[in-house]
């Protein structure tokens, strides 16, 4: 068993699996389904977009000589628990993908496996026996609806709840017309009886304020019997796939598709580093990385943040190089979207940083590529930074001319950006029509974007080292706040000259850690560390304001309206632990104590939250007041990419030493922290 695998799971806990296409499978480690998005098999017919929800669960039920035992478990309107299959679980375990362990009243004893192949757009579900004292038969309901992820499933007359016998002894469902059929193999038996199943009832999603409860339909019932041997059932979505199924029945199948996964996973690391496989995705004929699970999609700042953790931290060289290749031709009067064109939908490019970061992470790339020559092909390496060097050549034109949103290079050398009614840094949460914290003006962590990329730039033209230069003094002159001992947030507020927003904010952390050159140093860049440590450091994240703000709010809770004004006031954030944890060790110097003691304060706290929210993931956020719950996505992927930063890369200890293992990484700990 993996360190971070509880035999009993914190509640509310949840597991993931992803099929690289831009699908999923996700759901409780224990109990009922929580989220809308809870589901067995999620596929994207555009990967990795054009999600439909195509069955949501199952109802399963054991019967042994001595009676019938629920082993699932569902929630209905108005809070009733039905039936209490939970009761039964004794234990479960994420790696290498979930599985559940049931002991029935008579003393039998199931097991029950689930993985996503990579490259396939379904799922594998096997169940068996490892004691019993007569005949074991399984029987299962599938669950149905064929909705968008986001919305909400009602009986309708539309349905077709028809069940069509294939010549293999495949099953096949087509609710809608427009949906994509699910194929059913297995190696049970078939009975016909379509039922609907009514109110079902989602906690979560009446927390956050959503509708919470919906209709499903039962199109009949399979039965395996376990006695035998193992039940196998693979439900797959007539979806885009990038490998077809192995030859052979449904238990050969799955048997091959278990051993194919299994090799695959132990070849890609250790529990983190197959924890990041699960973002990345199939664009097109490229790749992608999805920013989380289960309501992101592909996004331009998340990509490229992410990407340093979860690709180039991991070597992963060929697909980071991918991936980015796959963005530079997007750039348009320099900026870059903020995610990708969808079918029918025009480009978002409403981001000042992602280009940036775009810059940032190319250049990473090409010192990754020039430190391990052989980890791609010289031609591939070349065709790459070739095309990496042009779109970065195009960002740094577009924005030292000037481009959209008053995105410009001031004549102090610094970047201004916005205009009203913009939102253009990460800081872009929107609550009843209006900006929740507008940054328009000078940011602080845009202009350590700016200069690293100015410097990433200067090999391709020394005027970018030439403008980093004057723009270094300018932020050295205009942004430090003397009196609170760090620097201003924003410097010449909406355009007017001289006028700053002292409002203390993580974004600055970013002079000092997580990018490749450092603004500040000395007393100043040691004063601000102190500073963000002592106002806005929490366990595992980084507060956006301290508590004694007016404007801080102390939980991530409440309706859509409440969520986003709470965003950035006073969240906290993981991903942002990462450049605070390098910014920490700098002004320390670096030293093998320094990086010891920021293994157990800062990474540590991490890889607690692995036991949490989004099982072997780490949330999207925190809330800013004890116990920090985990809020937000559960599996995000610059949260883990940063964690893996820290890992791999910003606290590994230089070689040729012994390194001191962070709890955790050889036993598991108890977690604390709760779901919402």
Known sequence: MSPHDPQVPS??????EADGLGGWAMGPAAGARRRRYDALLVAATRPPVGRLLLV?????????????????TQRYAPDVTHPDGELRQAAFRREPWPCWTFVLEDGTRLVHELLVPRGLPGVLLRWRVERAAGPVTLHLRPLLSGRDPHALHAQNSAFRCATQRLPDGALRWQPYDGVPAVRALHDGAWRDEPLWFRNFQYDVERERGFPCTEVLASPGELSFDLTAGQGALLLLAETPADRALPAGD???????????????????GGPLERAADAYLVRRGAGLSLVAGYPWFTDWGRDTFISLRGLLLATGRLQEAGRILSAWAPHVRDGLLPNRFVDEGEEPEFNSVDAALWFVVAAREWREAAAARPHALPGADRARIAARLDEATARILSGYAAGTRHGIRADADGLLACGAPGTQLTWM???????????????????QALWINALLAGAHLDPRWAALARRARRSFAARFWNAGAQCLFDVVDVDHVPGRVDATLRPNQVLAVGGLPEPLLAGARARALV???????????ALRTLPPGHADYVPHYLGGPDERDAAYHQGTAWPWLLGPFAEAWLRVRGGTAAARREARERFLQPLLDLLDTDGLGHVSELLDADAPHAPRGAPFQAWSLGETLRLQRVVLAEPAGTRPTAPRGSGRRRRATATRS
């Open 56 to 72: 949501n669960g199952l109802e399963v039920v054991a019967r042994t000589p001595a009676g019938s035992f629920a082993l699932s």
């Open 428 to 446: 872009d949460a929107r609550s009843r029509g209006r900006e929740v914290t507008p940054r328009v003006g000078k940011p602080v962590e845009v």
């Open 250 to 268: 449904a238990r050969a199948i799955a048997d091959t598709l278990c051993a194919e996964e299994a090799a695959r996973r132990a070849a890609l």
């Open 11 to 16: 509640p509310g806990a949840e597991w993931l």
């Open 530 to 540: 102190d500073t963000l440590e002592r106002e806005l450091l929490v366990p595992g």
